[in-house]
Antibody, heavy 119, light 107 residues
Framework: EVQLVESGGGLVQPGRSLRVSCTGS????????MGWVRQAKGKGLEWVGF??????????EYAAAVKDRFTISRDDSKSIVYLQMNSLKIEDTAEYYC??????????WGQGTQVTVSS | QSVLTQPPSVSGSPGQSVTISCTGT???????VSWYQQPPGTAPKLIIF???NRPSGVPDRFSGSKSGNTASLTISGLQSEDEADYYC?????????FGGGTKLTVL
């Protein structure tokens, strides 16, 4: 069974950093592009970014709202994808979901981890 | 910036059919639209990919189609457990994006 488990969320002050992780099981994480999607309370889904698998260079793309502040990386040997969030803003407060990209859609999702940016 | 437009809400009674639309300028050009179901308090779940394909385990009450620049999700034989938010999604080489979401209320 494919499983994605996010961890590392929490309360952080504006301007600080936080790293959340996504651990995959039940599949070979290294064979897939992986993405992050966030959802503020009561709002819709917002794409954050994704990282290609190594066969496609392992490069990452980001939404304009987080570009130059967020970085996605992967450790395929540990089946983990990371989202490093720097210079956090109050508007980054959201549930952050990890998802497996199946070439045309987000085909598997984690349960999410809450990130709250507040002073 | 690609945009997908959905109605904020739709409703239907048990046993009826409802259709949720998703309109975007590139929808008609490619078969890239997917649909996600998100019941209250849960993570999203893929229910349709490439306009009209269902992943394994998704009931055939859920179907997708496309006409011109509008994709549609139809749920037939509406059940109470179908009450959820529904999102369409699409992608380009470098981006992924979602519609604003539609809240389905089962009356």
């Amino acid at each position: 069974e494919v499983q994605l488990v996010e961890s590392g969320g929490g309360l952080v002050q504006p301007g600080r950093s936080l790293r959340v992780s996504c651990t995959g099981s039940g599949f070979i994480l290294g064979d897939y592009a992986m993405g992050w999607v966030r959802q503020a309370k009561g709002k819709g889904l917002e794409w954050v970014g994704f990282i290609r698998h190594k066969g496609y260079g392992g490069t990452a793309e980001y939404a304009a709202a987080v570009k130059d502040r967020f970085t996605i990386s992967r450790d395929d040997s540990k089946s983990i994808v990371y989202l490093q969030m720097n210079s956090l803003k109050i508007e980054d407060t959201a549930e952050y979901y990890c998802s497996r990209w199946g070439s045309t859609s987000f085909e598997a999702w984690g349960q999410g981890t809450q990130v709250t940016v507040s002073s | 910036q690609s945009v997908l437009t959905q109605p904020p809400s739709v409703s239907g009674s048990p046993g009826q059919s409802v259709t949720i639309s998703c309109t975007g300028t590139d929808v008609g050009r490619y078969n890239r639209v997917s649909w996600y179901q998100q019941p209250p308090g849960t993570a999203p779940k893929l229910i349709i990919f490439e306009v009209s394909n269902r992943p394994s385990g998704v009931p055939d009450r859920f179907s997708g189609s496309k006409s011109g620049n509008t994709a549609s999700l139809t749920i037939s034989g509406l059940q109470s457990e179908d009450e959820a938010d529904y999102y369409c999604g699409s992608y380009t080489t470098d981006t992924r994006f979602f519609g604003g979401g539609t809240k389905l209320t089962v009356l």
